[in-house]
């Protein structure tokens, strides 16, 4: 039996609030199997809009009492929404609601995790607590009050100040909380819990002192202090680079288990999922650490860039997201490596951003309609906004780009706004003209750039011919694009004056150079100046050129993808007619010379430089995959490296070896980072001898970076080394729920033909858990990541089932993995047919969810 079709909501219907509510009195009675929220609202009509009923919004709500101005009112119920008609212009409303946490596993709104009850209100989760007008463009102060049990729950937390706190009677204890400043209801965030804390302090630049706690699980203050000083750093950094200082006296994080998402910047009390707080060396990785230090400046970012100026609607998500990921960019990229961060955002991009802009769920950073706002958290609204806000940084310079952001603040701060007013702020700033540029908000697509280039010896004239073009897109209009370009000698220098960035504003534009003597070689889009598909007809002499002297580390590294990923491509349509690939004795040359300049050009980018192209990006560039192909010739290309340069890797091996006890620098994550991908490339040999080695280094490892790398290359071999080295992790880690993450993760994303068997029996083991969505992303969508071993009927069932099952549980989790099966159209013919057939058997399935109903329509559309 199908479900009903819910609702599409459009960005052209947007209308301003009827009604405002300029201050909210919570009082929470926290007791297991009930909790009672009463709430007092001072409320009244929107002058600027006609007069009409009250509606608010509700979601599993048990109203227990509705009284305006202390009289009990006549009202109408629906399971969403409550409406109140003949009210006065102002008027206080007071509601009582009975909820539910204990048996709340959507983890929106309050919910119980294992040490205590917790909330989750972006987008629409503060309609799951009391009846409200649940948009981001109602903005009011919150005055909070918790009463629980004082053994159980000794730490109650809401947003802004302490005001006051006692105890009652039976052993309980109350607490109330104050945020001063205006805010919408998502951001709002409440803490019930036995937890520990850990306390520090930061100056701001104007010398005020801002209380600073993380609350964890207690007997875990040890993994706190990395999250700690990434917190501090971050302050410091807003500071200097954006003049943003820290407006509240209390900042608190607080780490909790179960979360839908990665972390959540709710005014003053942002709760995070554990994953992006707990580090120690010898639980988390290089790239652990990295990603705490990103994520918790990304959350602290936001109370500029989305509490102090915040969406006007939920269109406009990318306001806040795409601006404040640009942030955390900038951020991680100051604090550890610029070049090798580049290369990854970009990596990041392509392997997710890209595929998704090509497939059923493609929309513009401000998408026009949805019918699930959680389902458009992507990494188009995340990265590819991010990436859009970068090009503006580049069109206007670094300063032009400060100044804009003063006058975004000068003009808005405490309003909830659009990106048009974003950018409009930039334009005044610095004078540019940005109204072509506003179709990067409003199309889908990744935009794709051909071009062809003509050196006329006599004339010295070397002419560059772009031409653009979107099939995604709604018309034909050209982008504008900004192309940064350099032109390189035979001898590998850049031709003076060359180096400059173009603007693209035509389907097809020449851009002239004059005073060349000879063909030069164009590198094009460096830093990658634009998130765009770029084809250009390189010689693998000239991309080799650019790998050995390009001086823009993210060109030298995609030289490398260029040429890596045209001779995996020709390889896949070789095995897949039944021939053997050919590696040419080139790229192996280019890859020996590039192990030998890690000390000029840094172990992380000789790392990064050295890993090929992923298979999801390989496959994009296929009309039709043959996965199995596609993985065949990327393991032979690998393998066959391994052969010709074993004794470079198991030199540059021994010679990265650790000279002292682990520090977390970048400098030191490079050295690990480039001798374990010597050591992964060394395992494709499969000799005893290797294999002893990664077991050894399994074994001896002081931090989890080594000792993860060694497992997971163990893990891509059949070898009783793995099945020792998967055994002995989790018999030492089975009580770290984190490290178990990576102990499912590293088996669902395994090469092996037996993944899908391991999984369906991990979905059985005591480590998984259904209900926690760190165990599924770890378990279940990244075996849906596994392109060679998803993709197989047996594969296609299977995620179906598990989709329908979590979706009983938690919708947003469960669209999250229906998003798997995204791209099933690139599929060849006998996969289609299953791929339909699984979406369908999700599809008819009764009473299933929005969330997951919007993502598998769009599929089968
Ligand atoms: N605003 C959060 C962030 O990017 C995202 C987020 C956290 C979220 N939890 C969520 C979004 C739950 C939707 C649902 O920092
Ligand atoms: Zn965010």
Not at 67 to 89: Q, R, W, Y
Not at 277 to 289: E, I, M
Not at 823 to 834: A, I, L, S, T
């Amino acid at each position: 039996m199908k479900t009903d079709t819910p609702p599409t909501i459009y960005l052209k219907d947007y209308t301003a609030p009827a009604y405002l509510v300029d201050t909210v009195d919570l009082d929470f009675v926290i007791a297991t199997g009930a909790t009672t929220v009463s709430a007092t609202l001072a409320m009244r009509r929107n002058p600027a809009v006609a007069a009409q009923p009250l509606v608010l919004d509700g979601e599993e709500l048990e109203t227990l009492s509705v009284a305006v101005d202390g009289e009990k009112v006549p009202f109408s119920t629906t399971p969403t929404t409550l409406t109140i008609a003949d009210l006065p212009d102002a008027f206080t409303l007071h509601t009582v609601v009975r909820i539910d946490p204990d048996r709340n596993t959507r983890l929106s709104g309050l919910y119980r995790s294992k040490d205590g009850y917790f909330t989750q209100c972006e987008a629409q989760g503060f309609r799951r607590i009391t009846w409200f007008l649940d948009r981001p463009d109602v903005m009011s102060t919150y005055t909070v009050t918790l009463h629980a049990d004082k053994a159980t729950y000794p730490v109650l937390l809401a947003n802004g100040n302490p005001v006051a706190s006692g105890e009652e009677a039976d052993g309980r204890h109350w607490a109330t909380w104050n945020d001063p400043f205006r805010k919408p209801a998502y951001l709002f965030a409440l803490v019930a819990g036995k937890l520990d804390g850990l306390f520090d302090t930061f100056q701001t630049a104007s010398g005020r002192s801002v209380q600073l706690a993380i609350y964890v699980e207690p007997g875990k203050l040890d993994q706190c202090p990395h999250a700690m000083a990434a917190l501090q750093k971050s302050m410091k950094w807003d500071e200097e680079r954006f003049g943003l200082e820290c407006d509240l006296d209390h900042y608190m994080i607080v780490a909790v288990g179960d979360f839908n998402m990665g972390a959540m910047e709710n005014k003053g009390l942002n709760i995070f999922n554990t994953k992006y707080v707990l580090a120690r060396a010898d639980v988390a990785t290089d790239v652990d650490f990295e990603n705490i230090d990103r994520v918790v400046a990304h959350e602290y970012f936001h109370n500029w860039t989305g509490n102090r100026v915040t969406c006007r609607d939920w269109f406009q998500l990318s306001l806040k997201e795409g601006l404040t990921v640009f942030r955390d960019q900038e951020f991680g990229a100051d604090l550890h490596n610029r070049q090798t961060a580049r290369i990854r955002e970009v990596r990041g991009l392509r392997a997710a951003q890209f595929p998704e802009d090509a497939g059923p769920m493609a929309h513009p950073i401000r998408p026009a309609s949805f019918v699930e706002i959680n389902n458009f958290y992507t990494s188009t609204v995340y990265e590819k906004g991010a990436e859009v806000i970068r090009m503006i940084q580049t069109l206007i310079g670094r300063d032009g780009f400060r100044a804009g952001m003063d006058e975004y603040f000068r003009r808005h701060d405490g309003q909830a706004v659009t990106c048009e007013d974003f950018v409009a702020a930039m334009a005044a700033a610095s004078g540019f003209d940005f109204t072509q540029f506003m179709r990067w908000y409003n199309q889908p697509g990744t935009p794709h750039l051909a071009v062809d280039s003509v050196f006329e010896a006599k004339t010295g004239r070397y002419t560059l011919h772009i031409k653009q073009s979107n099939p995604r897109a709604s018309d034909n209009h050209p982008y504008l694009i900004p192309i940064r370009i350099a032109l390189f000698d035979a001898g590998g220098q850049i031709i003076a004056g060359s180096d400059r960035t173009l603007l693209l504003t035509e389907n097809s534009q020449q851009f002239h150079f004059d005073g060349i003597a000879a063909e030069p070689v164009p590198s094009l889009l460096r830093d990658f100046s634009a998130p765009v598909v770029l084809d250009y007809a390189y010689t693998p002499q000239q991309l080799t050129l650019l790998l050995a002297h390009e001086s823009d580390p993210f060109n030298a590294w995609e030289a490398g993808q260029r040429l890596a990923s045209t001779l995996i491509l020709d390889a896949t349509a070789a095995i897949a007619a039944g021939q053997a690939p050919v590696w040419p004795a080139s790229f192996v040359d280019a890859a020996r010379r590039l192990l030998q300049t890690q000390a000029e050009r840094g172990a992380a980018f000789v790392a990064e430089a050295l890993t090929l192209p992923g298979e999801s990006t390989l496959a994009e560039a296929l009309d039709i995959v043959d996965p199995d192909a596609l993985h065949a010739a990327r393991n032979s290309l690998r393998r066959h490296l391994a052969e010709q340069l074993e004794g470079e890797f198991a030199g540059l091996y021994a010679g990265l070896a650790p000279h002292g006890a682990y520090t977390p620098s970048s400098e030191e994550a490079g050295r690990r980072a480039l001798r374990n991908t010597c050591l992964a490339y060394l395992l494709e040999l499969n000799t005893p001898a290797v294999r002893q080695l990664a077991l050894q280094q399994f074994r001896s490892a002081d931090n989890m970076t080594d000792q993860f790398a060694a497992l997971a290359a163990l893990a891509q071999t059949e070898c009783t080394e793995r099945e020792t080295a998967l055994a002995e992790f989790y018999q030492r880690w089975q009580h770290e729920a984190l490290v178990v993450d990576k102990w499912l993760a590293v088996q669902s994303g395994s090469r092996l033909p037996d993944t899908l068997a391991t999984v369906k029996r991990l979905t059985g083991h005591p480590a998984f858990d259904i209900g926690n969505p760190n165990k599924v992303y770890a378990l279940l969508r990244n075996f849906g990541a596994n392109l060679a071993r998803f993709h197989t009927p047996a594969g296609y069932a299977f995620l179906a089932e598990q989709t329908q099952l979590l979706d009983g549980k938690n919708p947003q989790v469960a669209s999250r993995l229906a998003r798997c099966f995204d791209r099933w159209k690139k599929f060849d013919g006998e996969r289609q047919k299953h791929a339909r057939l699984a979406l369908e058997s999700i599809r008819d399935h009764q009473g299933l969810s929005r969330d997951v109903l919007e993502i598998v329509n769009r599929a089968l559309g």
